[in-house]
């Protein structure tokens, strides 16, 4: 009786399909992750323009490293493709010279008392406005630490900057993200 190998699960074959070079594993792969990617890519980068020149040096990246890609179970395409995104981001923010993520003094930071904050009536969009109007390095420390699970010293080195810097740059990126979803909130009430 001859024996059944199991290929392993669906990612697992398109990964093994993408290390071969198959043109239509590549385009589900697209249909699959590019909202995805796209959204991470946004986080970090305000410019519509800028976002697709990024997110196609991810994916030119993606690609052409395919080959040095080991999958590690469900959902570990995924998780690279990210990292990939993130990366590119960064990088693009560095090499722009838009990133101002500061050095700066480390006065006390009023800290905004957030009891009474509701989000539930916020669309998803209107977040994302509210995120993209942060400062760029404000900006970048919320995503590396809330999104990616950076630790402040993971992402000081990331950035070139201080550990303090960081916590410091995410205490003030929270402030500025309360004050917009309380102005919000004052402006749009629920309805009952």
């Known amino acids: 009786m001859p024996q059944v190998i199991f290929i392993g699960n669906k990612e697992q074959r398109l990964v093994k399909r993408l290390q071969e070079g ?19 890519c946004s986080r970090y980068i305000p410019d519509e323009e800028d976002q697709k020149d990024v997110f196609q040096n991810a994916l030119v990246h993606i690609f052409s490293h395919i080959a040095d890609f ?5 959902g570990s395409l995924e998780a690279w493709a990210t990292k990939v995104m993130v990366n590119e981001s960064l990088k693009f923010l560095r090499t722009k010279q838009q ?12 800290e905004v008392e957030d009891d009474d904050l509701s989000v539930s009536n916020i669309p998803p969009n209107v977040i994302q406005q509210m995120l993209s109007r942060l400062p760029i390095g404000y900006r970048t420390v919320l995503n590396l630490y809330v999104f990616e699970g950076k630790s402040h010293q993971e992402i000081a080195r990331l950035l070139g900057i201080r ?16 004050k917009m979803i309380r102005k919000y909130n004052d402006d749009n009430p629920p309805r009952r």
Not at 23 to 40: C, H, M, N, P, T
Not at 99 to 110: I, K, N, P, R, T
Request: proline letters at 0%; glycine letters at 4%; charged letters at 30%.
């Open 22 to 40: 198959d043109k239509i594993a590549a385009r589900e792969f697209y249909a699959l992750y590019a909202d995805s990617l796209a959204g991470v």
């Open 70 to 74: 080991k999958f590690r179970g469900t």
């Open 163 to 178: 550990k303090d810097s960081s916590a410091s740059q995410l205490l003030r990126a929270k402030n500025m993200l309360i």
């Open 99 to 110: 990133h101002e993520v500061l050095q700066m003094d480390y006065d006390a930071v009023d």
